[in-house]
């Protein structure tokens, strides 16, 4: 098994913001992928959850079945092996991709504002 990275402007950001001025009890990894996710949890000293774990849990909630719509096919296996990792497998029906690229997401080729 890999051992877990945190590629270095993750980790070199959150260890500025934990440095800071500002305090915080908790943090949250804003990418659906939890870049740096395994490594900050087990190094941080304060409580950190991604927002796709944090979607997962709050799926269940809603439901007793759910499934995931993301961006590209690339990014299926990374959600698949975090729902996986999260013990989501029984719970998601299915991951599936727009592919729509993040970053056109939005915009006026959608009909979005």
Known sequence: ?????????????FERMLA??????????????NVGLKVLKKTSPIPI???SEAAFHVATLLG?????VTTLDVSIPIIEENIATYSFSDQCARVRAVGVPVL??????????
């Open 49 to 51: 959850i991604g927002i």
């Open 20 to 33: 800071g001025p500002v305090q915080f009890d908790a943090a949250i990894i804003a990418c659906f992928d």
């Open 104 to 113: 056109t997401v939005g915009g006026a080729d959608h009909g979005d504002p």
């Open 1 to 13: 098994m890999e051992t877990p990275r945190c590629p270095p402007a993750v980790c070199e950001l």
């Open 64 to 68: 007793p079945r759910f499934s995931v």
